[in-house]
């Protein structure tokens, strides 16, 4: 059985910026996947099935739904460590900034009368679980990311 340290990344009501951004990290992404186990990751190999024990949740969006706010508690109970990528998992950005009496308002412009929004809020992740680790950016640079992967052993080892 390999004891390789298990990553996983999870999106919630997102552009998918974040998580896009780590396949510009080319070939370096490769090497960092020879040392770790990807438990998780939606566009590579979607999680089936009960979450697995995680070393490192990275997850990326905003809170908007209550099948997100769900998804976050779930991934905190199974990670040693959370990682909120770009500024949607730590702002809750864009979308939190329209103040809560415009909300129906913005919806009906954005996507039409008719449409019925699943949105709960528009919250960071910080504001339903514990984050250890937050990434600036929309998206975050490669480099934060490359420096990111490259020091999660000392994350896992807090």
Request: aromatic share 6%; glycine share 6%.
């Given at each position: 059985?390999?004891?390789?340290?298990?990553?996983?990344?999870?999106?919630?009501?997102?552009?998918?910026?974040?998580?896009?951004?780590?396949?510009?990290?080319k070939?370096?992404?490769?090497?960092f996947?020879?040392?770790?186990?990807?438990?998780?990751?939606?566009?590579?190999?979607?999680?089936?099935?009960?979450?697995?024990?995680?070393?490192?949740?990275?997850?990326?969006?905003?809170?908007?739904?209550?099948?997100?706010?769900?998804?976050?508690r779930?991934?905190?109970?199974?990670?040693?460590?959370?990682?909120?990528?770009?500024?949607?998992?730590?702002?809750?950005?864009?979308?939190?900034?329209?103040?809560?009496?415009?909300?129906?308002?913005?919806?009906?412009?954005?996507?039409?009368?008719?449409?019925?929004?699943?949105r709960?809020?528009?919250?960071?992740?910080?504001?339903?679980?514990?984050?250890?680790?937050?990434?600036?950016?929309?998206?975050?640079?490669?480099?934060v990311?490359?420096?990111?992967?490259?020091?999660?052993?000392?994350?896992?080892?807090?």
């Amino acid at each position: 059985m390999d004891n390789k340290p298990r990553i996983a990344i999870f999106d919630l009501t997102d552009c998918e910026g974040c998580e896009l951004q780590f396949l510009g990290l080319k070939e370096k992404l490769l090497d960092f996947a020879q040392d770790y186990e990807i438990a998780s990751w939606r566009l590579v190999q979607p999680h089936k099935g009960d979450l697995p024990e995680i070393d490192v949740a990275i997850i990326q969006g905003t809170v908007i739904t209550d099948a997100d706010a769900e998804l976050v508690r779930k991934v905190r109970e199974k990670a040693k460590a959370v990682v909120a990528i770009g500024e949607c998992a730590r702002t809750g950005w864009i979308p939190a900034w329209i103040e809560k009496e415009n909300q129906p308002r913005a919806v009906a412009y954005v996507y039409g009368d008719q449409y019925k929004p699943h949105r709960t809020a528009a919250l960071p992740v910080k504001s339903i679980v514990k984050v250890d680790l937050e990434l600036p950016g929309c998206p975050p640079e490669l480099t934060v990311l490359e420096n990111f992967l490259n020091n999660i052993p000392n994350l896992i080892n807090q």
